[in-house]
């Protein structure tokens, strides 16, 4: 199970543009077009660059995960199968 604990939102979400800073995706096939913000300056890539990486990752591994890392709870629950907080990418 690959993770990528991100600072920010709980995972990928429908729309960040939106007040409340867009729903948050449970499990999000890339098939699926969604809106990323550009964010200006921001050298990590975003997450546009974290769904691609996830998607390199699937080559790899069964389950991929993007979680909101500031709560090891999140983190624990997804290494151990429980329900968690947060997306899992699947290939389509």
Not at 8 to 32: A, C, F, H, M, Q
Not at 45 to 51: E, H, R, S, V, Y
Request: proline content about 5%.
């Amino acid at each position: 199970h690959v993770i990528f604990a991100i600072d920010g939102p709980l995972g990928v979400v429908d729309d960040p543009e939106l007040p409340n800073g867009g729903n948050l995706i449970k499990r999000y096939s890339l098939t699926e077009k969604i809106i990323l913000k550009k964010v200006p300056n921001d050298v990590t890539g975003g997450m546009a660059l974290k769904i691609k990486c996830a998607q390199n990752c699937l080559n790899y591994s069964k389950r991929v995960s993007i979680i909101n890392g500031t709560d090891p709870n999140r983190i624990l629950n997804a290494i151990e199968g429980l329900d968690f907080i947060g997306t899992e990418i699947v290939a389509g």
